[in-house]
């Protein structure tokens, strides 16, 4: 066990992990990126292509393919929260579920973590994969908190949980990453395993591009969703 005093200040564990994925310059030349892999739903057993387009500073799209079941999308384009599937149709994200994912989406958010959060604290070490990591909360400026752990000798971070609002209340999200590979002039992690409303979910990234040069509408709300947006309210 560590006493508070000798705990590592958390400014100081963040501003490292900037500096050991690449450093404030080279975030700061990245505006958009495409990473494409894959993503196995446990349950199901299946594999389902995965790209995600990211654009600074709060745009994002999801989407994922899964063989005989369809595609699942969910977007955010700085004023709207959308999700899709063939199963369950479209939907507007409102409310917590939306401000939670408007700050998912939030491009290069690592590297402006000063901007985000209200307090970050050092609360410990914890083994993670065998390996000892420092445990900081960090506290978005709306009270929600995010723990991350971040490895002791590489400054990665190794494992993210958080509370997040879904249409099923409140769901405890998890996750652990590992596979840090360089990609341009960043390290990113190239594995994700994920546990949420106990489902298990492994993310496999096989590339990352950056600075994409994406069409204009790229991040436009689905015809589904808009037609969702342009109903009256009730």
Same mark, same amino acid.
């Given at each position: 066990?560590?006493?508070?005093?000798?705990?590592?200040?958390?400014?100081?564990?963040?501003?490292?992990?900037?500096?050991?994925?690449?450093?404030?310059?080279?975030?700061?030349?990245?505006?958009?990126?495409?990473?494409?892999?894959?993503?196995?739903?446990?349950?199901?057993?299946?594999?389902?292509?995965?790209?995600?387009?990211?654009?600074?500073?709060?745009?994002?799209?999801?989407?994922?393919?899964?063989?005989?079941?369809?595609?699942?999308?969910?977007?955010?384009?700085?004023?709207?929260?959308?999700?899709?599937?063939?199963?369950?149709?479209?939907?507007?994200?409102?409310?917590?579920?939306?401000?939670?994912?408007?700050?998912?989406?939030? /491009?290069?958010?690592?590297?402006?973590?000063?901007?985000?959060?209200?307090?970050?604290?050092?609360?410990?070490?914890?083994?993670?994969?065998?390996?000892?990591? /420092?445990?900081?909360?960090?506290?978005?400026?709306?009270?929600?908190?995010?723990?991350?752990? /971040?490895?002791?000798?590489?400054?990665?971070?190794?494992?993210?949980?958080?509370?997040?609002?879904?249409?099923?209340?409140?769901?405890?999200?998890?996750?652990?990453?590992?596979? /840090?590979?360089?990609?341009?002039?960043?390290?990113?992690?190239?594995?994700?395993?994920?546990?949420?409303?106990?489902?298990?979910?492994?993310?496999?990234?096989?590339?990352?591009?950056?600075?994409?040069?994406?069409?204009?509408?790229?991040?436009?709300?689905?015809?589904?969703?808009?037609?969702?947006?342009?109903?009256?309210?009730?």
């Amino acid at each position: 066990m560590f006493a508070a005093d000798e705990l590592p200040k958390a400014e100081t564990i963040l501003d490292k992990f900037v500096e050991a994925t690449g450093g404030k310059a080279a975030y700061a030349e990245v505006q958009g990126d495409i990473p494409t892999g894959t993503m196995t739903f446990a349950a199901i057993g299946l594999p389902g292509k995965l790209v995600s387009y990211s654009q600074a500073p709060d745009k994002r799209l999801i989407e994922i393919t899964l063989e005989g079941i369809g595609k699942l999308s969910e977007g955010v384009n700085g004023d709207v929260a959308w999700s899709m599937n063939a199963m369950q149709g479209p939907r507007l994200k409102e409310g917590e579920e939306k401000a939670t994912t408007m700050l998912q989406a939030r /491009y290069n958010a690592d590297a402006q973590w000063r901007d985000l959060y209200k307090t970050v604290e050092t609360v410990g070490v914890e083994q993670v994969d065998g390996k000892d990591a /420092y445990k900081v909360v960090l506290t978005f400026k709306s009270g929600r908190p995010l723990t991350k752990w /971040y490895d002791k000798d590489t400054n990665f971070v190794v494992k993210f949980a958080m509370t997040t609002q879904s249409p099923m209340g409140e769901i405890a999200v998890e996750s652990l990453m590992s596979d /840090y590979r360089k990609e341009g002039d960043l390290i990113t992690p190239h594995k994700m395993v994920m546990k949420a409303a106990g489902q298990d979910l492994a993310m496999n990234i096989d590339k990352v591009e950056y600075n994409p040069d994406l069409p204009k509408d790229k991040f436009d709300p689905p015809a589904e969703v808009k037609a969702l947006m342009n109903k009256p309210a009730k």
